[in-house]
């Protein structure tokens, strides 16, 4: 395998593609109208798409809206990241909170509608 990584499907590329680059200092390695490639700053094989969701290049099937996914990242610091979030008007759903596996875990939602797990161990 050389690469492997998750595209999320939305409408809104650009605000979607702001919206990690904002939250979690990703960087943009491509960019487009209908594909924006975003990798972490510090690893960049870590890496996230953001396709748009009509595109010819998408299957008809994947044309209708996703359900189902959380999207988890594991940051150094879950409360640095939610105080970032507050600021810049994220949709919170659960503010961070310990959980009995051991991290610290909070639920955003980005402009697509994906629901996001920003984690960090306790």
Known sequence: MQRCFTNILTEEVAATAAFYQDLLAMKPQF???WF???ADAENPSLELGI???TSEIVPARAQRATAGVILT???NDCAEVYERAQ???VN???APREMPYGQMRMIVRD???TFVD????V
């Not at 920003?118 to 161990?121: L, N, R």
């Open 31 to 33: 960019e487009s109208d």
């Open 36 to 38: 924006v490639s975003l």
């Open 51 to 53: 396709l748009k969701q």
């Open 73 to 75: 990242f594991v940051v």
């Open 87 to 89: 600021a810049l008007g």
């Open 92 to 94: 919170v759903v659960e």
């Open 111 to 113: 402009p697509a509608g």
């Open 118 to 121: 920003i984690s960090s161990p």
